[in-house]
Each structure stands twice: as C-alpha cells, then as structure tokens.
C-alpha cells in the first residue's frame, strides 16, 4: 500500500471537486432501474498521506457510508443493486501559511457494484476514485485552516458519493449498467406531444367530411 503515499501526493495538485453536498440539493434523477440494497465500506489497508490529520479506519468507514446512504437512498428504481467501497488513502489538511501553502484535503476509494438479482459483479476490477475538496471561499486558503477535521472527512465523503454516482451513470451509458441507457426515465413532454398529436388527428375519419358534403 506504500504506492498510494506518491498517488496521494499528486492528488494535492489537482483541481477541487465538485461539491457533493451542495448537489443533494437538486432532485434526484434516476439512475435506471436502481435502488440500493446494502452499502458496505472497509477499510482493511488504509493510508495517512504526508502532513495529514489523523483519522481512524473505523471514522472513515463511518463517513463513506453515511454519505452513500445519504446519496444513494434517494435512488427509487426496480431492483436492488449493492455497493462495496474500500477506503485506501487520505489526506487531511493541516492549517498551512495561507496563500503560500495551501493544502488540500484528498481521498482514495476502490468501488465495487453487485447486482442482487444476478448475484455477481458488475465490475471485476473495482473502480478507483480520487476526490479532492470543493473549492469555496473556506477552502481558498486551505481547509486545514477553516475547517475542522470531521468538517473535511464529512466533505470529502460527499464528494466521493457524488463522484460514485457519475461514475455508475457512465457505466449505464456505456456498458448498459442498472437496466441500461433508456431505464428508469420519465415520459417527457416531447415524446408525449407526438402522440396526442396522431391521436387527436382522427386521420381515418377526415377524408369522410368532403364525402358527406357532396
């Protein structure tokens, strides 16, 4: 697990993400037909990047999953799927000198979806997913600074969730995961209009209106 410290390190110089909680906010949109059966987050070979706060296997086993819940139980779809994240690596952000080091805050996650019915993976290879902080007018001068450490693990596990979530749309898109691209959407208002449209037409009838007149 050492390689993660140098994968961790460069997660440092990467852009923020975006903010999974304040994307909770919007309406869930379905994704396909899922609907989550069991979320369940180890930890068994965690990393503390360089110049972190401490954090325990067992307060980010509790974050991840109370923000997967939080995301994923809002999901209304016909079959139950399951999620499996493995927490590898973090760093949280201890107070720099604003503006000149800047910190960021950084988690490493490997994700696994099952499909209950099928009783097998969706994916062999677990996905990995790095999520940095969102960038904010409390983060501009480092985290570490303006936010306490339960503040960062709450946000960084929000973005995780939210980070999971495009991933899985990505996979119904492609490889036609959770019922594939067309399950679960909503009639919308395009695809309705044309049929009001061939009914209201009564085109078998409107040839016997002249027949009648003559």
């Known amino acids: 697990m050492l390689r993660l ?10 852009s923020a993400c975006a903010n999974g909680q304040t994307d909770l906010q919007k309406p869930a949109e379905p994704i396909g037909d899922f609907k989550l059966g069991h979320a369940i987050v180890v930890a068994p070979n965690i990393v503390e990047g360089p110049v972190s706060r401490n954090a325990t296997a067992e307060e980010w086993i509790a974050s991840v999953d109370a923000a997967l819940e939080e995301r994923f139980r809002r999901q209304d779809g016909d079959k139950f799927y399951h999620l499996g994240v493995s927490v590898e690596g973090f760093v949280l952000a201890q107070p720099g000198i604003p503006l000149v080091f800047s910190p960021k805050s950084a988690l490493i996650v490997r994700v696994t979806a099952w499909d209950d019915a099928a009783q097998k993976k969706l994916n062999d290879t677990p996905e990995e997913i790095t999520v940095l902080e969102s960038f904010s007018a409390e983060t501009v001068v480092g985290s570490g600074v303006t936010q ?10 929000a973005n995780m969730a939210l980070q999971i979530e495009k991933w899985m749309r990505r996979m119904q ?3 036609g995961w959770f019922g594939g691209p067309d399950a679960g959407k909503r009639p919308s208002e395009a695809a309705s209009e044309p049929a009001e449209v061939a ?10 209106a002249p027949g009648r007149g003559a």
């Open 199 to 208: 009914g209201s037409a009564d085109s078998p009838q409107a040839p016997a």
């Open 5 to 14: 410290i140098p994968v961790l390190v460069l997660a440092l110089g990467l």
């Open 148 to 157: 306490s450490r339960e503040q960062q693990m709450r946000n960084l596990s």
């Open 173 to 175: 898109k492609n490889e």
